[in-house]
Every structure is written in structure tokens, then in C-alpha cells.
């Protein structure tokens, strides 16, 4: 029997920190048709937050280096300020959204990173991901809303990268359903030119993203989205766009193809 469709969107951090993008997103997320899941970031907000506290920010390789009150900031930003915006945001565009951290009904275990080269102190890896109370919600036409927030099962929240939480979530949930995962942010899509919001790559495949590497297009942030986006079709999830935010459900953006 052919599955049901389910997209899941991931937002990062610079869409959910300013309100006129923010609420653009959550008008084109409502409009999505069929069964969905919104995975949020909050990046820039755990920054901005950190910073009014006089607390600095480290950043490795795109991972946050988490601290016993680095973690705190994150569990109050990510867990509290930006999801019950998002899940209140969605509720006024008819959304029965429902805010959860991978703590809440045990959706997603991890484990602290081990320190190698460097201590990226309380981050977690995720381990698994609980498809069937996922499925249990969204059967019931609950929209779940899930924070960058995971817990190690032995009492402590653990910090997890937001476009990891989406990958993993994507493929967990593709044992049930016809997945579909999109990244969006602040572009287009990824581009030839980061200057030039009009380069657009439509398709991009292995070979090409090395290519693209290699030659320096492909930077920072954009390294570990796409290795989350390849991983992910190779572990059952169906399709990866990474887009604007505006470009939900259009036929715009990059296209990942194995
Ligand atoms: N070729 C590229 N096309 C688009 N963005 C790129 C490219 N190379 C690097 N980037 C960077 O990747 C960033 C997206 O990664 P990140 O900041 O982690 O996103 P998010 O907002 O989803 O957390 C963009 O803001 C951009 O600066
Ligand atoms: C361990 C780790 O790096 N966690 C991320 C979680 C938030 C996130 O991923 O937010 P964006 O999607 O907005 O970048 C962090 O604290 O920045």
C-alpha cells in the first residue's frame, strides 16, 4: 500500500528571529496540505540571548560548544522563547501545532559527543527517534513542533543541531510515510554565487556537490544541511529541496538528487 505524504520543514535561525519572516513562514507552513512536522532552529537567538547575559559564544564547524550555562540558555530559548512563538503563531493561522524537545514523550534520545579534538561539552548526538509516538500524534492531526533539544535518557538535555534533528526526524518518519524534507532559510536555494541570489543550482548530486566544494561555492553552513540532505535519501526519506521559505510547496530552490 502506497504511503501517506508528510512534509517536514526545517527553519533555521535567521527566519524564526525576525518577525515579519517568521510569520510569512508560519502562513505558508499552514497552508501545506497533509500531514507535516516543523523542526525549528533558533541559532541567532540563543546568541542574542547569550550575549544580553554577558555570555560568549562559541561556535565549531557550525556546532554551538555547549556549556553548563550555555545549556541553559538554549533549553530556555529553544525549548520556551522560540517554540511556544512558533506553536502560538501557528495556533492563530488554525494550526493545532503541539511544541516538543526530544525530551517530551522520550522522541529523541542522544548521547553526549565524545570529546575528541574538541569538547563540544552538552551537545548530543542523536540516537534514535521515536517514528511511532510521532505517528500516534499525527494520525490524531497534531502538528508537532520540535525544538533543537534532545535528552540523554539519564535526566539531562542534551543541545542538538537543528538541521540533524530535521534529517534524522525525516528518515525515522519514512518508515510510515512518503517523506519529503525541506530546508528553508534566507536564500533561494544553494547558490553558484553566494552574492548573486539569482544562481540558483536547480539539482544537485553527489558529484557536483564535491565539485562545488572543492571550488570554494560550497561553505560553511551549507556543508553539514547537505550532508544531512544526502544521508537522508539514502535512509528512506523520499525528496530534499532546500529553498526560501516563501518557496514551500513551489517548484523553486535546489533539488538534492542521489
Ligand atoms: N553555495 C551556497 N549557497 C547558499 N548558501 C551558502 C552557500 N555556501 C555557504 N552558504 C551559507 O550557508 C548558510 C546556511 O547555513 P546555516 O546558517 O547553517 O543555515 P540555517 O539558517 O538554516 O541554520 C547561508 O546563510 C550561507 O551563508
Ligand atoms: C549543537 C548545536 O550547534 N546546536 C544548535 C541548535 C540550534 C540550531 O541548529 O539553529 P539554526 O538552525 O538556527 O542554526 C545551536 O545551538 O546553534
Request: aromatic share 4%.
Amino acid at each position: 500500500m502506497a504511503k501517506n505524504k508528510l512534509t517536514l520543514i526545517k527553519v533555521g535561525g535567521k527566519i524564526v528571529e525576525e518577525e515579519a519572516t517568521l510569520k510569512q513562514l508560519l502562513n505558508d507552513f499552514s497552508q501545506i496540505e497533509g500531514h507535516k512536522v516543523l523542526v525549528h532552529g533558533g541559532g541567532r537567538s540563543a546568541t542574542r540571548i547569550a550575549e544580553q547575559l554577558g555570555i560568549e559564544s562559541k561556535m565549531v564547524g557550525g556546532r554551538r560548544i555547549t556549556d553548563a550555562k550555555t545549556l541553559e540558555v538554549v533549553t530556555m530559548v529553544y525549548g520556551g522563547l522560540v517554540n511556544k512563538n512558533i506553536v502560538a503563531g501557528l495556533q492563530a493561522f488554525g494550526v493545532n501545532a503541539l511544541g516538543l524537545t526530544g525530551a517530551d514523550m522520550d522522541v529523541i534520545r542522544s548521547e553526549k559527543r565524545p570529546v575528541k579534538e574538541i569538547d563540544y561539552g552538552f551537545a548530543g548526538d542523536v540516537k534514535a527517534v521515536k517514528a511511532e509516538t510521532l505517528k500516534m500524534l499525527i494520525d490524531k492531526n497534531i502538528v508537532p513542533i520540535m525544538a533543537p533539544l534532545t535528552h540523554d535518557g539519564k535526566g539531562h538535555i542534551l543541545n542538538t543541531n537543528a538541521d540533524t534533528i530535521a534529517a534524522e526526524t525525516a528518515q525515522a518518519l519514512s518508515e510510515y510515510y512518503d517523506v519529503t524534507l525541506v530546508y528553508c532559510f534566507e536564500k533561494k536555494g544553494v547558490l553558484k554565487d553566494e552574492h548573486d541570489d539569482d544562481s540558483v543550482i536547480p539539482q544537485l548530486d553527489k558529484d557536483l556537490y564535491k565539485k562545488y566544494v572543492d571550488e570554494g561555492v560550497i561553505t560553511g553552513g551549507m556543508l553539514p544541511k547537505l550532508d544531512n540532505a544526502f544521508r537522508s535519501l539514502e535512509k528512506g526519506v523520499t525528496e530534499v529541496v532546500i529553498t526560501l521559505a516563501s518557496g514551500i510547496g513551489k517548484d523553486t530552490g535546489t533539488r538534492i538528487v542521489n
